[in-house]
């Protein structure tokens, strides 16, 4: 706010500089009368000096040549003297044309500085956040070293191009830089140097969506697929094999890898959002996490699964939460065969959730909770 002060009080100052001599009352006329006075004091002068000039041309104390030559300088004063008299009762500027300028100024005045903000904020930029100098200067200084850091890489590539590691650290950069076709390039580089691993593939699949504005083209799919086939639990693969099934009007199939994705992930992953808008938006139900005492487990996936459900009750414990998450938490406690926590899961969806509590009372009797 202050610098915004400031720039008003320097435009003010600029704009009175330029218009102060516009406003500026001119000069009084000399008052009736004192210029005729003034004029004929002047002439009196002058006719005096010319009859003095007779009076010693006739005493012979003046030569007939030195009395024309002073005769003539008598009459130019004079007539310089009529001059200057003549232009002080010229007509000067009346208050009317004096209004007109203080007009003039004050509508420039007000005008400038407002054209000039209306300007600024159509082609200027006021929303953006101020930066100090110094945070101007390290960003530049960062931006150039990521740019001789970029430079210096190309240049070992391009000396040494069946160096795979290399094409692999240069690919996500350029991916951040928005250079996709660059990020494609250097992603199959490193594959055909480096071979296929998941994270790989996957990579070079999201490189091959973002250079298609989104789209799931047929090379990223086959990579997505390939790199499920490698690891089924992928999230990336999963994620982007539903987004084409989405693509394709296949809404059944879209929504079914939406719910295994969503099945086997954390509550609070930070992907969770994205499936969820999808899933809703194609008319699923999200499922709930998977038992963690299903046969064929882990103890560390069994471990996963009953930390997921922690996760969730303690975020709705504290923010509350969705008819669809509560009934997530109740019928994942029946599934591990904690009743007791889903009978106290069931009591709180009640009193958060009021009269939408219609889904969580439908999957308490799925898992045999009475319902009162």
Known sequence: MAIWLLFALMTGAAVFALLWPLSRRPQPAMPDGSTDS???????FYEDQLRDIERDAGR???????????????????????????????????????????????????????????????????GLPAQPQAERAAAGRTGRDLAAGIAQIETHLAQHPEDGRGWEVLAPVYLRLGRMEDAVKAYEQALRLLGDTTPRLSDYGEALVAASDGMVPEKARKAF???????????????YLARAAEQDGDRDLAVARYKDLAASSPADAPWMSMVRESIERLGGTLPAPAPADRPGLTDEQRTAIRGMVAGLDQRLAAGGGTPEEWTRLVRSYGVMGERDKAAEALARARAALGDKAAPVEAAAREIGLASP
């Open 60 to 126: 012979g104390l003046l030569a007939p040549q030195e009395a024309e030559a002073a005769r003539a300088e008598a009459a130019r004063r004079l007539l310089r003297a009529s001059r200057t008299l003549g232009d002080a009762t010229a007509p000067r500027v009346g208050e009317p044309a004096l209004r007109h300028r203080r007009a003039a100024s004050a509508f420039a005045l007000s005008t400038v500085p407002l054209v000039a903000l209306i300007v600024y904020g159509l082609y200027g930029s006021p």
């Open 38 to 44: 003034v004029l004929a004091t002047e002439t009196g």
């Open 225 to 239: 697929e390939k790199a499920r086939a490698a690891e089924p639990g992928a999230v990336k693969p999963l994620f």
